[in-house]
């Protein structure tokens, strides 16, 4: 998408990151529209777990550059090479679901979720966090392929519909489907499917954890879903999901079992053995209020739910 310097906003006195916009790309004028209107919208959300955006401007030749708040502890992409436990991973996990659900809520998908675009900063608290980034560029850019005759998305990461060139098939679920991507690759130190392909040209392998890593039995079965070559068969809205991974974090007795839903079918009982620790109460508590508040759930099966959410395609 272009370079990102560190930076330091001498208004706000803070170091920030630069994202400058590739010169073919700020060249194109359909991609300015977009990346323009994408990246207003995007200022537009307020959330503990979407990078803030501090500045939007042009530098001397005209090349559009964002200033946006540094990232101090890396992004996802940094836990290929350090690995973290399945309690860290989920904690973490758990945030960027709270802020998926918060854009899906408001009718925006992100497009092109992978390691890169979900940053890590540390807190007052001096724990690690998430912030999701690229939003405005992750669509620009993904139209500007698509009109070019090329997939949208990253290889490896997009979703079968995304690959097939279906928009009106997108959803929430596409996003998901990236997030199983990336779950399974830092539980296993691999791709889930060969490299460039996605479930609709291959099987899942069985989910072999990386050596020394314990994860809940069920997980295997909720990444199974996620992946999903049929949009309709995934999880609808980033609350299930959460629903689902909270449960499996709960410490539980050897021979218990966990029931996975997807939607409101119910597809698989799973015997589970492995205690794990559960997030904090209150950070959990929150979360959970924050997104099935947001989620725009309902009584309804999944195609009133997409239907109600007005996805933008």
């Known amino acids: 998408m272009g370079r990102v ?80 436990e399945w309690s860290e991973l989920l ?19 992100h497009r092109d979720l992978k390691p890169e675009n979900i940053l890590l900063y540390r807190g007052d608290d001096g724990a690690t966090h998430v912030w999701l980034a690229d939003l405005g560029l992750a669509h620009a850019s993904n139209v500007l ?23 009106r098939e997108y959803g929430p679920w596409t996003d ?17 499917f060969p490299l460039g392909m996605c479930a609709l040209d291959a099987d899942l392998q069985p989910l072999t954890p990386r050596t020394g890593l314990a994860v809940p039995a069920g997980l295997e079965l909720i ?23 909270v449960a499996l974090g709960r410490p539980t007795l050897a021979g218990d079992s966990v029931r996975i839903r997807v939607g409101h079918n119910l597809v698989g009982t799973v015997a589970t053995a492995v205690p794990l620790p559960v997030p904090s109460e209150s950070a959990s508590s929150s979360l959970s209020r924050s997104t099935l508040g947001s989620s725009g759930a309902g009584d309804g099966g999944g195609a009133r739910r997409r239907l109600a959410l007005g996805v933008r395609g």
Request: glycine share 8%; no cysteine.
């Open 5 to 84: 310097l560190r930076a330091r906003d001498v208004m706000l006195d803070m170091p920030v990151a630069l994202k400058i916009v590739r010169p073919d790309l700020a060249a194109d004028v359909r991609f300015r529209k977009l990346f323009d209107l994408e990246v207003r919208i995007s200022a537009r959300f307020t959330h503990p777990h979407i990078v803030p955006l501090h500045d939007l401007g042009e530098l001397g030749d005209g090349t559009p550059y964002l200033g946006l708040a540094f990232a101090d502890a890396g992004s996802f992409a940094n836990l290929r090479e350090e690995p973290q």
């Open 145 to 167: 392929a698509k009109r070019k005759g090329r997939m949208e998305g990253t290889p490896g990461f997009m979703a079968p519909e995304q690959k097939l060139g279906l928009p």
């Open 223 to 245: 990444l199974t879903n996620m992946l999903n070559s049929e949009p309709l068969s995934r999880y609808d809205l980033a609350a299930d999901l959460r629903t689902e991974l």
């Open 176 to 192: 998901l489907y990236s997030l199983g991507v990336i779950l399974w690759e830092l539980i296993t130190e691999a791709m889930p």
């Open 91 to 109: 904690r973490l996990t758990l945030e960027l679901l709270d802020a998926l659900g918060h854009l899906h809520a408001r009718g925006v998908l």
